[in-house]
């Protein structure tokens, strides 16, 4: 009879991999004929000051002085058959935005599914995942530093720190490739077995994943998606063209949307070497009515290519602690959280650098970004608004870890946003910072 664990805590480095997501292996390889059900979970908490140029806009002012908090949680199971075949779900729940004042998370939409997908396969075979999970693109990213301070920086807006910002000074930025507008989508994904090449001793690894719409499980299905036809609810779950009622929102849908990734890892005199390349290329819903002011919403093929290097080096000043460098650049068809660019209009382009160091129970970090992008712009704003939307971001922090379960953080977080004409800014600028500490559970 098949053995069943129940384990509420798995293997330090698996939890610390499930807490950001992108995890590319099963979490926990399990004996034959053995099920390990697990419900790990996350919870952070934190203390922010905030400034910006919108803390004190059209006779509001905001309390510079806030809060930040984030419950994940991330039940599922792993299973290895007699025969050897790995399979298993992960799940991650998180709590929703509500309104303010409450004192009480409750209502309609207070916990919502993040990621949910199963997987099977061997390590020598390799794996394939289906379900609403993180593509090859932000997987096999490599070179973008994250683990210090709250482990997100400039992510994301719905992770733990950058929320607190008014949404118009938030930096956005399309240098993160493990953001929500990537991993939350329905998807297949094939990861390959890792393959030693016989010179220096390195492996190769490669994924791909394809995803047919920009939707996650059941959605598209509640109502219908436009005032006109189609609607029924069904149609709206996969539109692949708008005749009427071309949205923002819908905007920023795609479909028919894949990436393919590969990675090499070496290990020569002491350093520990990655690099990676990825190209992710989508369709957005195309738009059949009248091209104008009202609808300028003509897109380009989203086409973005990626390369990242990361190094690590261990027992630089002492003996285990360690050092990490890396750099990434993205480039091609897109706008900020990877939204298809208006026909005509720039290109983007960015990358980041960033650096931790690791000694005893103490981590430091920080990152550099830059990016230009088209922003608002588009044909009809041809003359009152700039062409490129310039941004940059600097993140610095430090951790004290406790125990494998806990550490406490202290953050600086600062981005910078400028466009002439850009209504979206104050006279075409924009800038944050974020002064934050807190702790971080995870189990």
Not at 51 to 72: D, I, Q
Not at 368 to 388: I, L
Request: aromatic share 12%.
């Amino acid at each position: 009879m098949r053995k069943f664990l129940l384990s509420s805590v798995v293997a330090t480095g698996a939890t610390l991999i499930i807490a950001n997501g992108a995890n590319a292996q099963p979490v926990k390889p399990v004996a034959p004929g053995t099920i390990a059900v697990h419900v790990n979970g996350y919870f952070q908490f934190g203390l922010d000051d905030v400034g910006s140029t919108f803390n004190n806009y059209g006779g509001a002012k905001l309390n510079p002085v806030t809060t930040n908090g984030e419950l994940r949680v991330y039940p599922g199971f792993d299973a290895t058959t007699v025969g050897g075949i790995s399979y298993g779900t992960q799940i991650e729940v998180r709590t929703a935005f509500t309104s303010a004042g409450k004192g009480v998370n409750s209502g309609t939409g207070s916990l919502y599914v993040r990621r949910a997908y199963g997987y099977i396969g061997t390590p020598n075979d390799g794996y394939v995942r289906f379900g609403q999970t993180d593509g090859a693109f932000g997987l096999m990213q490599t070179g973008v530093v994250e683990a210090f301070g709250d482990g997100d920086q400039f992510r994301t807006v719905t992770t733990s720190t950058l929320y607190t910002v008014p949404s118009r000074a938030i930096t956005a930025q399309f240098v993160y490739a493990d953001q929500g507008s990537l991993y939350t989508t329905d998807k297949v994904l094939l990861i390959s077995p890792a393959v030693e090449e016989p010179y220096l001793a390195g492996k190769f690894s490669g994924m791909a994943s394809y995803e047919p719409n920009s939707n996650g499980l059941k959605e598209g299905y509640g109502s219908s998606c436009a005032s006109a036809a189609p609607t029924a609810s069904g149609a709206c779950a996969s539109l692949s063209s708008l005749g009427v009622g071309y949205t923002s929102t819908q905007a920023t849908e795609r479909k028919n949307t894949f990436d393919i990734a590969a990675k090499y890892e070496v290990k020569l005199g002491g350093f520990s070497n990655k690099i990676s390349v990825g190209y992710l290329e989508g369709s957005p819903i195309n738009y059949t009515g009248t091209y104008n002011a009202a609808n300028p919403y003509r897109l380009d093929q989203l086409q973005v290519m990626q390369v990242g290097v990361e190094t690590t080096y261990k027992s630089l000043f002492i003996g285990g602690d360690a050092i990490t460098l890396g750099a990434n650049a993205k480039w091609g068809q897109t706008l900020d959280n990877y939204a298809p660019k208006p026909i005509g209009a720039r290109d983007g382009v960015t990358y980041i650098v960033g650096a931790d160091y690791v000694v005893g129970p103490y981590v430091l970090g920080a990152s550099f970004w830059d990016g230009q992008t088209a922003g608002n712009y588009n044909q009809f704003k041809a003359g009152t608004e700039a062409r490129t939307l310039s941004e940059y971001g600097i993140a610095a922090g430090g951790n004290y870890v406790i125990g494998k379960d806990l550490s406490l953080y202290l953050q600086y977080l600062y981005g910078h946003a400028h466009q002439p004409g850009n209504t979206n800014l104050l006279k075409g600028n924009s800038q944050m910072q974020v002064v934050g500490a807190g702790g971080t559970f995870k189990w």
